[in-house]
């Protein structure tokens, strides 16, 4: 089945970028659209934005446009998010999840399990 | 654009129902059908319980089902159970500038 594979955590200093990955494992990546979506600690869950696999369409929430970057890499079935001048506030668990039924994000029923990004000087 | 807006907490008794309510959704949900619902415990991934509006993973307890009139939607879990204490959040796909919306979750506690 199809499964979303992150690793487990980063720590970066305040002012620099994160790439978190997201490899795609099961089927085929092409298929997808990859949602992120992130939870800093006492807060709710945030959707990020959006690529689509098979095109490489983004859509990114407004809060994060101009500072997120999301890309694909179809030769390693893998999809990053890229974070850049990290404040203490973005310091999270960031999450990867798709669709299964297609590409665009309707709603997300596979999810990876989090990569913690630690921003701290 | 804001979040949808839902209640910080609500709580029950085993046995009881309680719903929770999802408010803000735009007028596209009746055109995408786009409204779902995720189950969230600390340490974990978010679980989809509900998707377009009413309709149930094969994974989720026919206990939980959702609803949607004029801009709220709702989420009701009948039967509560210890196991179904956690956070709740209801998300929107709109054809607005962000695609997808995400209420600010409820903290569900059974007492």
């Known amino acids: 089945q199809v499964q979303l594979v992150q690793s487990g955590s980063e720590v970066k200093k305040p002012g620099a970028s994160v790439k978190v990955p997201c490899k795609v494992s099961?089927?085929?990546?092409?298929?997808?659209?990859i949602n992120w979506v992130r939870q800093a600690p006492g807060q709710g869950l945030e959707w990020m934005g959006w690529?689509?696999?098979?095109?490489?369409?983004?859509n990114y929430a407004q809060k994060f446009q101009g500072r997120v970057t999301m890309t694909t890499d179809t030769s390693t079935s893998t999809a990053y998010m890229e974070l850049r001048s990290l404040g203490s506030d973005d310091t999270a668990v960031y999450y990867c999840a798709l669709r299964l039924a297609g590409i665009l994000p309707y709603y997300m029923d596979v999810w990876g399990k989090g990569t913690t990004v630690t921003v701290s000087s | 654009q804001s979040a949808l807006t839902q209640p910080a907490s609500v709580s029950g008794s085993p046995g009881q129902s309680i719903t929770i309510s999802c408010t803000g959704i735009s007028g596209d949900v009746g055109v995408y059908n786009s409204v779902s619902w995720y189950q969230h415990h600390p340490g974990t991934a978010p679980k989809l319980i509900i998707y377009?509006?009413?309709n149930r993973p094969s994974w989720v307890s026919h206990r939980f089902s959702g609803a949607s009139s004029g801009n709220t939607a709702s989420l009701t879990i009948s039967g509560l159970q210890a196991e179904d204490e956690g956070d709740y959040y209801c998300?929107?796909?709109?054809?607005?500038?962000?695609?997808?919306?995400f209420g600010g979750g409820t903290k569900l506690t059974v007492l």
């Open positions: 377009e509006v009413t």
């Open positions: 998300t929107s796909y709109t054809s607005a500038t962000t695609l997808v919306l």
């Open positions: 099961g089927d085929t990546f092409t298929n997808y659209g």
């Open positions: 690529i689509s696999a098979f095109n490489g369409n983004t």
